[in-house]
């Protein structure tokens, strides 16, 4: 029950459902005033089907498990297939600077979306694989369309999304499972962060996969100041007039930066090069570099989500005061614990 999975509290609120949480932290356990089970999972829900089976239980689902997953699962399909066509492209976040897209298509002459760089990624994979990521836009969009297929499979920072943890942490999960493959997603801002510890794989001859989602600055946040009414301030990767972020966006070549290490890069403007890069990468023996050009705004968005975020309650800008006012709202309409 955390803060993702139930949108602040906010996502379930039917006062006639009640929970029953299963944990082995008591404290866990209390979250949402559930019915609490203290252990282990497997262990407590085998005695309770005992139990429930003793007690003549039958549940009232019948087909809406399978059909919710059915839905969902062509919703993956259709998110893995967004492809952008140019610079007239509709990205699924609304909220932009309407030069962005025109400006990123010429820049790097790219089509890659990022959740099709994460379906190529998903689909390249052989079962078992790992898969790391900490900070920015990618938590959240794992946590929406990844599927893991083994316990510890999914190393993801929930804690803190501390970015800069990415690439240390890319070493520590292949080092401690060499026998399968480790692929880090990063933004590239999260990269810029702690890039350095490039060095320190290269030095241990750690193979790791590392992929760079440039998207030519700090999306999420970005996203979260444009739907919060601030506007897009300084989280576009763009060059200064000597006093604000406003000119042309940057370009930058995280490949050669992996070239400078002595790993082996990839830049990757289309599904097709990722997937060739990516089945290239499994004959390498030395640490490996993916520079991704994803579209900004291709992340994943909406599904009747809500974040609480702490915002300015008082403004000089009406739309600040007004976002500010809806916040104060979604929190009255959120349970307290
Ligand atoms: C160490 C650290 N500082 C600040 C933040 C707050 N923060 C969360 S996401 C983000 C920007 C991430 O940008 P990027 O890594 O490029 O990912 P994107 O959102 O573009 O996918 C920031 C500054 C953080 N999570 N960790
Ligand atoms: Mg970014």
Redesign the pocket.
Known sequence: MTDFTTSSKWLFRNENVTFAAINISRFHAYKFDAVKAVGDARETVKALSVLLREAGYHSAYTTEIEEAKKEWDDELERLGGIVCEGPDFEPIIKARDARTIPEFVKLYGTSLT?TAALATLRAIMEPGDNVVCA????PSDLQRVWKTDKIGGYHVEYG?????YEIGASMGVKMAQPEVEEYTV??????Q?LSSELGTIMQERVKTNILV?D?C?????NNLEMTHGIGSIATEFRYTDGKKPCGDLIPMDYAKIGEAYGMKSYTCRSVEELAEALKDSKKQTVACLFDLKVLPKS?TDGYGSWWNVGIAATSEKESVRAAAAEVMEYREQARKY
């Not at 900070?135 to 990618?138: H, I, T």
């Not at 803190?160 to 800069?164: D, E, K, L």
């Open positions: 990022q900070g920015g836009s990618l803190y999304s501390c970015m800069g990063v933004g590239d801002a999260g990269f962060m989602f998207n600055g700090f999306g999420c946040i992340m």
